[in-house]
């Protein structure tokens, strides 16, 4: 019961919609404080949607996000950027800015928010960096110089430089080798062992979400739901995915296309 | 089995699907200026709140000063010497080439420095402006930036407005003094005007009050180009099409916003021209 009462994020029957198209519908959950959550679902299921209204990027059309009891969407542009010093983000494609330096970016967050002297922000960008296993000569790089992997590990030091209290992971490990996803999934790992941190991580890679969740939440495209179903398809252990009552969840932690095969040989036969 | 229309409801059908078109476009619109205005407005709020960083700020002067005088002033030079080719002919006949140098300073100073000036920056900083913007929306580096509790609009928008704001009046002074040069230089050295009528005629028609109406009017157009690029990048549509459809449609809507002010504000400095000398020359 203290873990529940002491959450550190609670969104509350969240919709979105983008125009006619509903995303997500009436989405409920309670983050609390040092877990880790893997979101997993197919593409398009509003996976990232429901992450990006977490930190108050995409406003919901109905509902409700606390950030430590504070309503995300309720505060003015002042606030929001406050309480967004307590996040960190790792987008997908690492969202670097393609005009600063490797440093720059990563010094970025302790220059706009703290008071540091230059030569502490290069010390704290070094051992940033040397913590996600990147070289200090990658500093005066480009973000275009680097693979998509060290392009990843930059966006990891940036968003863990304010150490943050809530860090959101965008798909961390995709169009990754199998070797540098690994490398990812241990940073994450290692992130959360050094730091008190509560994590979210949105992928749709297995591995991953086996490896660092605490706890998984599957959500399902709205398209495909019946009306009046729950979103969430399932909210667990990581280990009793496999064991899951609900075919759809079993038929995405194993890869199986299922009835997607039947949809496409009627589309074949259709032409 | 075909069924025979009534053609009542088909009529009806029709008008139904008119007005239901004609709303959406009314709504699209209304809903469209809305979102700019408040796009406005929260730029102003931000640019009053906490002024931007040095580092934001001078590499903007930087492009949108210094870069944009070169083709500023390469545009003023011959638009100047084009004046003195259309107007010398026509002068001529009359036997007033003498007054060629009030008429191109004329035009240049209220009129033709600040628009083309305008229309310059429109094309070479407005499209940039919204293509690199952009590009961070469809990259994700504008939510980047929210992410890490630093406000998208304080950090890329307000030093672009400033710079723009400020810059375009050095760009049309500088656009008129080339303007002035390039028609004096035509009128004189190749028409063979002379020089001293042509100057003292432009000094007895061309006032300050010309000349600041123009730089006053550029302050205007600046602002516009700065907010409907920078919107135009923000609200960028996905993939390098949505990336090439905001530049595009940055220059374009900031041409028609500068030609619709340029009317307004032409009529409105009519009127305070006409109100402090009310038996002055009528300019238009």
Redo the contacts between chains.
């Keep these: 019961m203290a873990a529940e009462d002491d959450a550190l994020v609670e969104v509350q029957r969240v919709s979105v919609q983008f125009g006619s198209q509903r995303i997500l519908r009436d989405i409920s959950l309670r983050i609390p404080r040092g877990q880790t959550v893997v979101l997993i679902g197919e593409s398009g299921c509003g996976k990232s949607v429901l992450m ?1 209204s977490i ?3 995409v406003k919901p059309a109905s509902g409700r996000v606390e950030f430590d009891k504070r309503d995300m969407h309720s505060l003015n ?2 606030e929001l ?5 307590r ?1 960190g ?1 790792v ?3 690492a ?4 005009s600063m330096t490797v440093g720059q970016n990563v010094a ?2 302790l220059k ?2 703290a008071g540091y002297s230059h030569a502490q922000i290069e010390e704290l960008v070094i051992s940033k960096l040397a913590e996600v296993g990147l070289p200090r000569t990658v500093i005066l790089k480009k973000p275009a110089e680097l693979s998509g992997g060290m392009r990843k590990r930059v966006g990891l030091a ?1 968003a863990l430089m ?1 150490n943050p209290e809530l860090v959101v992971y965008d798909e961390p490990t995709t169009g990754l080798d199998p070797i540098m996803s690994d490398v990812i999934n241990e940073l994450i790992l290692r992130t959360r062992r050094n730091n008190p941190v509560t994590s979210i991580v949105v992928t749709h890679d297995m591995h991953t979400a086996r490896k660092v969740a605490d706890r998984v939440v599957m959500i399902y495209p709205l398209v495909r739901l019946d009306e009046g179903e729950d979103q969430v398809l399932y909210d667990g252990p990581p280990e009793e995915m496999d064991d899951c009552r609900d075919r759809r969840v079993r038929q995405f932690v194993h890869g199986e296309a299922g009835e997607r095969l039947m949809e496409m040989s009627l589309e074949d036969t259709s032409v | 089995m075909s069924q025979a229309v009534n053609p009542i409801s088909r009529t009806q059908n029709a008008i139904n699907d008119w007005i239901r078109d004609w709303g959406r476009v009314v709504v699209e619109s209304v809903t469209a200026i809305g979102a700019f205005a408040h796009f406005v407005l929260r730029t102003w709020a931000w640019m009053f709140t906490r002024p931007p960083r040095r580092e934001t700020i001078l590499p903007n002067f930087y492009q949108v000063g210094v870069q944009s005088l070169p083709v500023i002033a390469l545009t003023g030079t011959f638009i100047g010497m084009v004046l003195a080719v259309q107007s010398f002919a026509q002068f001529e006949q009359l036997g007033l080439e003498s007054q060629m140098g009030a008429v191109i300073t004329m035009t240049l100073v209220r009129e033709l420095g600040p628009v083309l000036a305008a229309v310059m920056l429109a094309g070479r900083v407005g499209s940039a402006m919204a293509a690199e913007l952009g590009t961070m929306r469809v990259t994700e580096q504008i939510d980047a930036l929210a992410s890490m509790g630093s406000n998208p609009i304080h950090y890329l928008v307000v030093p672009r407005f400033l710079a723009c704001l400020m810059m375009i009046p050095a760009l049309t002074i500088m656009a008129d003094f080339m303007g002035v040069a390039g028609g004096h230089f035509f009128s004189v050295f190749v028409y063979g005007v002379d020089s001293h009528h042509y100057w003292s005629n432009a000094r007895d028609f061309v006032g300050v009050f010309d000349i600041m109406s123009g730089v006053f009017k550029s302050i205007f157009f600046g602002a516009a180009i700065a907010m409907v690029s920078c919107y135009q990048g923000f609200h960028c549509a996905p993939g390098a099409e949505g990336v090439g459809q905001a530049a595009t449609k940055s220059f374009v809507y900031s041409f028609i916003v500068i030609l619709i002010m340029d009317l307004l504000i032409g009529i409105a400095v009519e009127a305070i021209y006409q109100s402090i000398w009310p038996d002055g020359p009528r300019l238009f």
């Excluded at chain 1, 950027?81 to 010093?85: F, G, L, N, P, W």
């Design positions: 990006k930190i108050g990027l542009d002042k950027s406050r309480e967004r010093k996040f983000f987008f997908q494609n969202a670097l800015f393609d970025f967050p706009q928010h940036r304010l």
